[in-house]
């Protein structure tokens, strides 16, 4: 099993910056994708960004050019780096995990709220 746990959503102005963590343990030599979601009331879990083991990454591209994926693998942490907030940006986001080969996300954080004021 995967535990996942993330921190630093809060309330930001738009145009500011937000860094969310997600810490793992567990079985975490099992991970090969780690993720962000969000979710906004009303709407689909959406996959944000995304990176593997081997450091690739993805984004939607609703984020391109505002925020960035990394991953500190030392510690089992996952990072995104939200710069340029918009209020579209305002969701519960999640922190997910998945290993090598297998098509969905096992694995899922709590959520952590990001709220982004006009």
């Known amino acids: 099993q995967v535990q996942l746990v993330e921190s630093g959503g809060g309330l930001v102005q738009a145009g500011g910056s937000l860094r969310l963590s997600c810490a793992s343990s567990?079985?975490?030599?099992?991970?090969?994708?780690m993720g962000w979601f969000r979710q906004a009331p009303g709407k689909e879990r959406e996959l944000v960004a995304a990176?593997?083991?081997?450091?690739?990454?993805n984004y939607a591209d609703s984020v391109k050019g505002r925020f960035t994926i990394s991953r500190d693998n030392a510690k089992n942490t996952v990072y995104l780096q939200m710069n340029n907030l918009k209020p579209e940006d305002t969701a519960v986001y999640y922190c997910g995990a998945r290993g090598s080969g297998v098509p969905s996300y096992d694995y899922w954080g709590q959520g952590t709220q990001v709220t982004v004021s006009s």
């Open positions: 990176i593997t083991s081997g450091g690739s990454t």
């Open positions: 567990g079985r975490t030599g099992s991970i090969y994708v």
